[in-house]
């Protein structure tokens, strides 16, 4: 087992990936697997201590409100030239 497949199976870059799968060296792994032992270093280090960002105190809340939203049904379909029309004609017969 080579180490670049030690560091992907790894619990700590488990983790890290459930967290921010954007973080995927999966590739970069086959293509150069000498960073491997680096990133194996690295997310060893930090990848415990790492929590989701969601569940952080000052994350942004989802307003899960929607008493102050409503839905316009049958708008008519219309060229990207025309929206802005469109737009002020609903916000005029809405206004």
Known sequence: MTDATKLIEGEEYQ???KLYP???FTQALS???AIAEYLKMV???EAMQATDPLLSANAPKLDDDLSMYFVINN???CKEDKV???ITLI???LG
């Open 22 to 24: 954007e973080l995927d």
């Open 75 to 77: 708008l008519p379909k």
């Open 84 to 86: 802005a029309k469109l």
């Open 15 to 17: 983790k890290l990936l």
């Open 43 to 45: 997310i060893g280090k």
């Open 91 to 93: 916000t005029k017969t």
């Open 31 to 33: 293509d150069n697997p």
